[in-house]
C-alpha cells in the first residue's frame, strides 16, 4: 500500500486511524510501516504503529516502536501507557509500573493508564498502591467503576447482579462496548442467546476491531452449530491478533465439528507451532487423526497429551475408544493412581479414567472388573448429565398426535424436491457408521457426519412464539411453502459439510429417528434407513460409550433400556402411518448376509451396484464417529450377542426390555463366529 505524495504527515496519520477505526488493523500497520520507510522519525506514527502491533499481539515489535517513540518524545504520555499495558499483558508487571506512573504524571487524564497501572500494582503485590490507581481512573471514568463491580459479580457467579449492573451502565452510556460483551457472556450461561447475539453484533459494529467480541460470538455461533459464520468469526479474531493462540484453538475445532477434517489438522499444528504444550491442542489433533485413519499418529498425539496433563483422563478414554488399540499394565496403574488423587481430579475425568479402564479389563477379557468401572464410570456421568425419560415420552406422544396418518397423507410431496440426503436413523452403536461406510463407498455418494440441523430446523418453529405454541404442534399451521422452505433450510445448512460434487449424501444423526415424520414432509424425496441391533447388544454398547456430547439417556440401565423401548414404539408407528417409507437394515442381517443387504440397501437407494460398496473396509474417507477404526476393517460378525459376556450384571435391563425382546427371536440364535 502507497503513500500518497499528497499526504501531509498529519493526513497521514489520520487515514492509518481511519483504518484502525475501520477495523482493518492489519492494513494500519502496513500503512504506519510503509510511511515511516518514508519518514523514519515520525514520533507519531511510531508511537501509533507500536500501538496497532499491540492490538495484533505482535508483542515483541510493538515494544520496539513504543520504545523508540519514547526515545524521539519522552515527554510523550501514550506510548508510556501503551508500553506498560504491553508489558503487563506479558506479565511483566513490574517493568511496567514506572512508564505507567510516568504516564500518569504526564497525562493526569489518562484513566486507561490509572487503570492499568492498578493492575500491575496489583500483580505485584502493593494493594493499597493498587487501590488508590483503581480509583484514581474510576474518578476520571465513573462508569469503569461499575463495570468492574459488575464483572467482580461475573465471576464470582452472581449473575443476577452482574446482568442488572450491566444493564445500568449501558442505559446511562449505550455505546459502552464492554459492557456489551460482558452482559452477553453472562446471558449466554443462561440460554439467552437471541439477545446476546445481538448484543455482540452490535459491539462489532461500533467497534469493528473488537478481537474479543469476535472471539464471543464466534463461541456463541459455534454452541449453536453454525459453523460458517462461527468460522468466519474466529478468522477475523485471528486477522486481529495474530499471535493469540484461543481463536486458532477455537477455529480448528469448529473446522473438525464442519467436517473441514484436513483444515482442522493444519489449523491444530499451527496452534502447536505457537504453544507447543497446549494439551487441548493435542487432543484435538489426535481426534482429527483418528478422523483420518492416521492411528499411529493419532496414539503419538494422545500420548503427548498425557505427557502434558497426566490427570486429563479423556487422553486415557481416547486411546482406549480406537476400539482396535489396548491399553498398557502401565496404563492402567497410572489410571488407577490418578483415580486415587481425588482432591486433584476433575469430575470428568474422572468419569473418563473409569470408562478406561473398563474397557482395559474388557479387553484382557476380565469382564466383571471391567462391569464394575463401567457401573461407575455411568453412575458418576448421569450425575452431570439432565435426561428425563418421562418427557421423552411425552414429546413421543405429540409427534404422534400431530404427525397422523390423514395429516401426514394430504402434506406429502410439498416439501422441497430434493433428493441429495440419505437419512440413517436408530440409536448409537446399532451399525450406522458401517451404513455410513458402505454408501459413501459409492461414487455417487457423499460421507458427511452427525448433522444437526433437521433438529434445528423444527425447532425453529418455536421462534418468536408468544402464544406458546412449539413444535410439533406448530406443523400444523404450515403452508406448502411453508414446508418447502424448511426443507430448503435444511440443505443450506448442510451444505457446509459437502466436500464433493456427488450427487447424494449421508447424514447419520441417530436421534432423528422421532422426526421422520417432519422429514417426510420437508423432504419428501430423501431416503431413510433405520439401522437396528438386537436390543441387549444396542443398549449395552451404549452403556459402554462414553459419548462426547449429546445421547444424555445411556448412562442408566433402566434409562437406555426405556428409551430402547420408546425407539420401538416410535419406530412401528412411521412404519404404520408411512409404509415402505423407511429402510429398516438388522445389524445381524448385514453382517451375515452381507452382499444381499449390501445390494438391497443400494435399491432402496436407487444407486447402481458398485463393487466398492462391499470393499467399504478400503475406503479412505473422514470417519467422526466412535466406529471409525472398526468400519476401516472387513465385515466381521464377534459383536453380536456380545451382551451374554455381561448377562450377570443385566438382569433389570432385560426386565426393561422385556415388551421388545419378542421381535428380535429369529436373531437369538445367531452365534459371533458365523
Given at each position: 500500500?502507497?503513500?500518497?505524495?499528497?499526504?501531509?504527515?498529519?493526513?497521514?496519520?489520520?487515514?492509518?486511524?481511519?483504518?484502525?477505526?475501520?477495523?482493518?488493523?492489519?492494513?494500519?500497520?502496513?500503512?504506519?510501516?510503509?510511511?515511516?520507510?518514508?519518514?523514519?522519525?515520525?514520533?507519531?506514527?511510531?508511537?501509533?504503529?507500536?500501538?496497532?502491533?499491540?492490538?495484533?499481539?505482535?508483542?515483541?515489535?510493538?515494544?520496539?516502536?513504543?520504545?523508540?517513540?519514547?526515545?524521539?518524545?519522552?515527554?510523550?504520555?501514550?506510548?508510556?501507557?501503551?508500553?506498560?499495558?504491553?508489558?503487563?499483558?506479558?506479565?511483566?508487571?513490574?517493568?511496567?509500573?514506572?512508564?505507567?506512573?510516568?504516564?500518569?504524571?504526564?497525562?493526569?487524564?489518562?484513566?486507561?493508564?490509572?487503570?492499568?497501572?492498578?493492575?500491575?500494582?496489583?500483580?505485584?503485590?502493593?494493594?493499597?498502591?493498587?487501590?488508590a490507581a483503581f480509583e484514581a481512573a474510576f474518578a476520571l471514568n465513573p462508569s469503569r467503576k461499575r463495570l468492574a463491580l459488575a464483572a467482580e459479580h461475573h465471576k464470582a457467579g452472581r449473575h443476577e447482579e452482574a446482568a442488572r449492573l450491566y444493564r445500568h451502565l449501558l442505559r446511562e452510556t449505550p455505546n459502552d462496548v464492554d459492557a456489551m460483551r460482558l452482559l452477553?457472556?453472562?446471558?449466554?450461561?443462561?440460554?439467552?442467546?437471541?439477545?446476546?447475539?445481538?448484543?455482540?453484533?452490535?459491539?462489532?459494529?461500533?467497534?469493528?476491531?473488537?478481537?474479543?467480541?469476535?472471539?464471543?460470538?464466534?463461541?456463541?455461533?459455534?454452541?449453536?452449530?453454525?459453523?460458517?459464520?462461527?468460522?468466519?468469526?474466529?478468522?477475523?479474531?485471528?486477522?486481529?491478533?495474530?499471535?493469540?493462540?484461543?481463536?486458532?484453538?477455537?477455529?480448528?475445532?469448529?473446522?473438525?465439528?464442519?467436517?473441514?477434517?484436513?483444515?482442522?489438522?493444519?489449523?491444530?499444528?499451527?496452534?502447536?507451532?505457537?504453544?507447543?504444550?497446549?494439551?487441548?491442542?493435542?487432543?484435538?489433533?489426535?481426534?482429527?487423526?483418528?478422523?483420518?485413519?492416521?492411528?499411529?499418529?493419532?496414539?503419538?498425539?494422545?500420548?503427548?497429551?498425557?505427557?502434558?496433563?497426566?490427570?486429563?483422563?479423556?487422553?486415557?478414554?481416547?486411546?482406549?475408544?480406537?476400539?482396535?488399540?489396548?491399553?498398557?499394565?502401565?496404563?492402567?496403574?497410572?489410571?488407577?493412581?490418578?483415580?486415587?488423587?481425588?482432591?486433584?481430579?476433575?469430575?470428568?475425568?474422572?468419569?473418563?479414567?473409569?470408562?478406561?479402564?473398563?474397557?482395559?479389563?474388557?479387553?484382557?477379557?476380565?469382564?466383571?472388573?471391567?462391569?464394575?468401572?463401567?457401573?461407575?464410570?455411568?453412575?458418576?456421568?448421569?450425575?452431570?448429565?439432565?435426561?428425563?425419560?418421562?418427557?421423552?415420552?411425552?414429546?413421543?406422544?405429540?409427534?404422534?398426535?400431530?404427525?397422523?396418518?390423514?395429516?401426514?397423507?394430504?402434506?406429502?410431496?410439498?416439501?422441497?424436491?430434493?433428493?441429495?440426503?440419505?437419512?440413517?436413523?436408530?440409536?448409537?452403536?446399532?451399525?450406522?457408521?458401517?451404513?455410513?461406510?458402505i454408501l459413501a463407498s459409492h461414487s455417487w455418494v457423499e460421507g458427511t457426519s452427525e448433522l444437526a440441523y433437521l433438529g434445528r430446523v423444527a425447532t425453529s418453529l418455536n421462534r418468536n412464539r408468544a402464544d406458546g405454541v412449539n413444535y410439533p404442534h406448530a406443523v400444523r399451521e404450515l403452508r406448502p411453502q411453508h414446508l418447502k422452505a424448511l426443507g430448503q433450510d435444511?440443505?443450506?445448512?448442510?451444505?457446509?459439510?459437502?466436500?464433493?460434487?456427488?450427487?447424494?449424501?449421508?447424514?447419520?444423526?441417530?436421534?432423528?429417528?422421532?422426526?421422520?415424520?417432519?422429514?417426510?414432509?420437508?423432504?419428501?424425496?430423501?431416503?431413510?434407513?433405520?439401522?437396528?441391533?438386537?436390543?441387549?447388544?444396542?443398549?449395552?454398547?451404549?452403556?459402554?460409550?462414553?459419548?462426547?456430547?449429546?445421547?444424555?439417556?445411556?448412562?442408566?440401565?433402566?434409562?437406555?433400556?426405556?428409551?430402547?423401548?420408546?425407539?420401538?414404539?416410535?419406530?412401528?408407528?412411521?412404519?404404520?402411518?408411512?409404509?415402505?417409507?423407511?429402510?429398516?437394515?438388522?445389524?445381524?442381517?448385514?453382517?451375515?448376509?452381507?452382499?444381499?443387504?449390501?445390494?438391497?440397501?443400494?435399491?432402496?437407494?436407487?444407486?447402481?451396484?458398485?463393487?466398492?460398496?462391499?470393499?467399504?473396509?478400503?475406503?479412505?474417507?473422514?470417519?467422526?464417529?466412535?466406529?471409525?477404526?472398526?468400519?476401516?476393517?472387513?465385515?466381521?460378525?464377534?459383536?453380536?450377542?456380545?451382551?451374554?459376556?455381561?448377562?450377570?450384571?443385566?438382569?433389570?435391563?432385560?426386565?426393561?426390555?422385556?415388551?421388545?425382546?419378542?421381535?428380535?427371536?429369529?436373531?437369538?440364535?445367531?452365534?459371533?463366529?458365523?
Amino acid at each position: 500500500m502507497g503513500i500518497s505524495p499528497q499526504l501531509s504527515p498529519r493526513a497521514a496519520f489520520n487515514h492509518a486511524i481511519d483504518l484502525v477505526h475501520a477495523g482493518r488493523v492489519s492494513a494500519a500497520a502496513t500503512y504506519c510501516r510503509d510511511f515511516l520507510r518514508r519518514t523514519p522519525g515520525d514520533v507519531n506514527m511510531t508511537a501509533l504503529l507500536g500501538a496497532v502491533l499491540l492490538k495484533l499481539r505482535q508483542f515483541k515489535d510493538a515494544e520496539r516502536h513504543l520504545r523508540r517513540a519514547i526515545e524521539l518524545a519522552p515527554s510523550f504520555a501514550k506510548p508510556h501507557e501503551d508500553l506498560g499495558y504491553l508489558l503487563v499483558e506479558q506479565g511483566r508487571a513490574e517493568e511496567a509500573v514506572e512508564g505507567l506512573k510516568t504516564a500518569t504524571r504526564l497525562d493526569p487524564q489518562a484513566e486507561m493508564a490509572f487503570f492499568t497501572l492498578g493492575r500491575a500494582l496489583s500483580m505485584t503485590g502493593m494493594g493499597a498502591e493498587a487501590d488508590a490507581a483503581f480509583e484514581a481512573a474510576f474518578a476520571l471514568n465513573p462508569s469503569r467503576k461499575r463495570l468492574a463491580l459488575a464483572a467482580e459479580h461475573h465471576k464470582a457467579g452472581r449473575h443476577e447482579e452482574a446482568a442488572r449492573l450491566y444493564r445500568h451502565l449501558l442505559r446511562e452510556t449505550p455505546n459502552d462496548v464492554d459492557a456489551m460483551r460482558l452482559l452477553a457472556g453472562v446471558l449466554m450461561r443462561k440460554s439467552e442467546v437471541e439477545e446476546a447475539e445481538v448484543l455482540l453484533r452490535k459491539a462489532i459494529a461500533l467497534a469493528p476491531d473488537y478481537a474479543l467480541a469476535f472471539l464471543d460470538l464466534g463461541q456463541l455461533l459455534q454452541e449453536q452449530f453454525r459453523y460458517a459464520e462461527a468460522i468466519d468469526c474466529f478468522q477475523r479474531t485471528i486477522e486481529l491478533q495474530p499471535a493469540a493462540v484461543k481463536p486458532r484453538f477455537l477455529l480448528a475445532s469448529t473446522l473438525a465439528s464442519a467436517g473441514h477434517t484436513f483444515d482442522a489438522l493444519a489449523s491444530y499444528r499451527r496452534v502447536l507451532q505457537l504453544q507447543p504444550r497446549h494439551a487441548g491442542a493435542w487432543l484435538g489433533l489426535g481426534h482429527t487423526l483418528k478422523t483420518v485413519g492416521r492411528q499411529e499418529e493419532a496414539v503419538q498425539a494422545y500420548r503427548e497429551c498425557i505427557r502434558i496433563r497426566p490427570d486429563n483422563g479423556e487422553s486415557y478414554w481416547s486411546l482406549a475408544n480406537l476400539k482396535t488399540y489396548q491399553l498398557a499394565q502401565d496404563d492402567i496403574r497410572e489410571m488407577q493412581a490418578a483415580l486415587e488423587r481425588t482432591d486433584q481430579l476433575a469430575e470428568q475425568s474422572a468419569v473418563n479414567f473409569l470408562f478406561a479402564l473398563a474397557k482395559a479389563h474388557e479387553d484382557q477379557g476380565d469382564f466383571d472388573a471391567a462391569w464394575g468401572y463401567y457401573a461407575r464410570g455411568n453412575a458418576k456421568q448421569r450425575q452431570l448429565e439432565y435426561y428425563d425419560p418421562v418427557q421423552t415420552e411425552v414429546t413421543n406422544d405429540e409427534i404422534m398426535e400431530v404427525f397422523d396418518q390423514p395429516f401426514l397423507e394430504r402434506n406429502t410431496g410439498l416439501g422441497h424436491a430434493d433428493e441429495a440426503p440419505i437419512f440413517v436413523v436408530g440409536l448409537p452403536r446399532s451399525g450406522s457408521t458401517l451404513i455410513e461406510q458402505i454408501l459413501a463407498s459409492h461414487s455417487w455418494v457423499e460421507g458427511t457426519s452427525e448433522l444437526a440441523y433437521l433438529g434445528r430446523v423444527a425447532t425453529s418453529l418455536n421462534r418468536n412464539r408468544a402464544d406458546g405454541v412449539n413444535y410439533p404442534h406448530a406443523v400444523r399451521e404450515l403452508r406448502p411453502q411453508h414446508l418447502k422452505a424448511l426443507g430448503q433450510d435444511y440443505l443450506r445448512q448442510a451444505q457446509l459439510h459437502r466436500q464433493t460434487d456427488r450427487p447424494h449424501f449421508i447424514d447419520k444423526m441417530p436421534n432423528n429417528f422421532p422426526s421422520i415424520g417432519f422429514l417426510h414432509l420437508i423432504l419428501p424425496n430423501a431416503k431413510i434407513i433405520d439401522v437396528r441391533r438386537y436390543p441387549l447388544d444396542s443398549t449395552l454398547s451404549c452403556y459402554r460409550q462414553l459419548f462426547a456430547k449429546g445421547q444424555t439417556f445411556v448412562y442408566d440401565l433402566t434409562d437406555i433400556g426405556e428409551y430402547f423401548v420408546e425407539y420401538q414404539r416410535m419406530m412401528d408407528y412411521w412404519h404404520r402411518v408411512l409404509p415402505d417409507r423407511v429402510l429398516t437394515v438388522q445389524y445381524e442381517d448385514l453382517v451375515t448376509d452381507f452382499d444381499n443387504q449390501v445390494r438391497r440397501l443400494l435399491d432402496y437407494c436407487g444407486l447402481p451396484w458398485q463393487d466398492a460398496c462391499v470393499n467399504f473396509h478400503e475406503t479412505d474417507r473422514p470417519v467422526r464417529t466412535a466406529s471409525s477404526e472398526q468400519v476401516r476393517q472387513p465385515i466381521y460378525a464377534k459383536s453380536i450377542h456380545f451382551w451374554r459376556n455381561y448377562a450377570a450384571h443385566l438382569g433389570d435391563l432385560i426386565d426393561v426390555l422385556a415388551p421388545v425382546l419378542p421381535k428380535y427371536a429369529q436373531y437369538e440364535g445367531i452365534n459371533q463366529t458365523h
